[in-house]
């Protein structure tokens, strides 16, 4: 399943042209799904009171003038509502010029008609939103802001044609004064930012109408998110042979730990242990695996020299490279701390680790100031951003991340190489040309520790020899799953990123593993 942004959705509409569907039958085909979605609508209300199409001067406007045109020649009262003036597409102008044809269909200029459009709009069964579909971005003009003010506070069903008017279909964002919908019908796709607060809850109920594209159509394109499902993660995992050893599914090095965060190291470790990692070592100060050892007896441990603030000293650096050379992989980050000793020391596992490496939390921290360095990676590179994180590797501000985070991501993986978890709802995998798009979790991994136990997932995964960028996938989806199994037993407010770790064996025995 695909979740285009507006650029690839005109992609994908260009190359169905390409391949025998024209724009003017798509057109068609898209209002003929706004027409059957009121006609079943109209099995429950009574539309002999009528219908209102709010229409654009773009093929937004021309879905709903043949829509419309459908509809009256059923016989079921209609008005248009011409919200930007005639049309400018020449698809729209041959659609409208097709509302000719039917004798009682009233049509009104909204700039000349306000009075009459609002009393259509106080006794209209459905209103439905035909003015700028997935192109819009920015402000909604004040004509339209006062024409849906005016449409929201009536009692209608409200269809969008599309997306909602003002609905950001990238970042998921609305402009002021959006319309909020009971139904969008969408063409051919969901788009990826109908899947962000705030647009879904503007969409309402949300149609994907197939509109003649085919997934041929999609071919070739770099970055199309994708939906992650479980069938994908199955495969990964393929039955262990009795032969195994505890070699054989990987030995990784997690750096973790100060002592003001010894706990992000105990998640970490034992989520990579709760995940099938064969061998884990933990590389942490004295103070850090003191207090934890006990609670994690299947690790081993590698201590190391402390600062004066308890975090990893620079000197440890000799003794981290050392530890590399058999590992499977290695994870950073988790509780680390920044400082010039942390710093100097990933930029040494940046450069001399063999393996995949997946830098989290403070490992990030530690390179926001000089992002270059990842380009001497010898081995493939995961990060797992959150939103403050992915800003200072971006350099832009926590708003502007908050509000387009796989574009940011698709940006760091396209010029660096890696692969990047953009943490949030829903979450973004991104690399080598591919986005995985991943709806897993809930509000209670709104908790400090949830991304330590997601990390230690994700290096498990890759421990094992998983693909980097299937590890990082499979990772948040499972990490996901098993958050949603710790909500159900405990609720989202009680859960904690222990329970999480403790719910993994839940998510891993139903995929029959």
Do not use: W
Request: net charge negative; aromatic share 6%; charged share 20%.
């Amino acid at each position: 399943m695909f979740f285009p942004t507006p650029k690839q959705m005109k992609t994908i509409e260009s190359n169905s042209e390409k391949n025998g569907v024209s724009c003017s039958e798509l057109m068609r085909s898209a209002g003929e799904a706004v027409t059957l979605l009121i006609y079943k609508i109209s099995r429950e209300t009574d539309l002999s009171s009528g219908v209102v199409f709010i229409c654009g001067s773009g093929n937004n406007g021309g879905d709903g003038f043949v829509a419309a045109h459908s509809l009256a020649e059923s016989g079921i009262p209609i008005t248009v509502v011409l919200a930007c003036g005639d049309p400018t597409t020449e698809l729209a102008g041959k659609a409208y010029c097709d509302l000719s044809e039917i004798n009682d269909m009233e049509v009104l200029d909204l700039n000349d008609n306000v009075g009459k459009v609002f009393e259509r709009f106080s006794k209209a069964a459905v209103i439905v939103d035909a003015v700028f579909g997935t192109g819009m971005h920015g402000y909604l003009p004040p004509q339209v802001k006062a024409c849906f003010s005016y449409a929201e506070r009536c009692e209608a069903i409200k269809i969008a044609a599309d997306v909602p008017s003002g609905g950001d279909c990238l970042r998921g964002t609305v402009a002021e004064g959006t319309l909020k919908c009971d139904y969008t019908v969408t063409f051919g796709y969901k788009k990826v930012g109908m899947l962000s607060a705030p647009l879904d809850h503007y969409c309402g109920e949300i149609v994907v109408a197939d509109i003649g594209i085919t997934d041929k159509c999609c071919k070739d394109i770099e970055y199309l998110p994708t939906l992650y499902e479980e069938g994908s993660v199955s495969e990964l995992f393929p039955k262990r042979p009795k032969n195994c050893h505890k070699g054989s599914f990987g030995r990784l090095l997690n750096i973790s730990g100060c002592a003001s965060m010894s706990g992000a190291a105990l998640l970490s470790t034992n989520a990579a242990l709760r995940s099938g990692a064969g061998l884990v070592t933990l590389a942490s100060t004295g103070t850090v695996i003191n207090r934890i050892a006990s609670a994690v007896p299947e690790a081993t441990y590698l201590p190391l020299e402390a600062d004066k603030r308890g975090a990893i000293a620079e000197i440890s650096g000799d003794v981290i490279v050392k530890a590399l050379k058999n590992k499977t992989a290695v994870s950073a980050g988790c509780g680390l701390s920044v400082t010039d000793g942390t710093k100097s020391v990933i930029k040494r596992v940046i450069k001399e680790a063999d393996c995949p490496i997946i830098l989290d939390a403070d490992g990030i921290n530690c390179i926001a100031d000089n992002i270059d360095i990842i380009r001497d990676t010898k081995n493939k590179l995961i990060i797992t951003p959150h939103i403050g994180e992915l800003a200072r590797l971006s350099g832009v501000s926590h708003q502007a991340a908050a509000g387009d985070r796989l574009t940011l991501a698709v940006n760091i993986a396209r010029e660096y190489g890696a692969v990047v978890v953009a943490k949030g709802v829903p979450t973004f995998v991104a690399g080598r040309g591919r986005v995985y798009v991943i709806p897993a979790g809930n509000p209670g991994l709104a908790r400090g520790g949830s991304g330590d136990v997601l990390t230690g997932i994700i290096a498990s995964f890759a421990a094992q020899g998983i693909d980097p960028l299937d590890a990082a996938a499979a990772g948040v989806y499972i990490h996901g799953a098993a958050a949603d199994c710790a909500a159900e037993e405990l609720s989202e407010i009680c859960m904690l990123p222990s329970d999480v770790i403790r719910c993994l064996s839940v998510v891993f025995k139903k995929m029959n593993r």
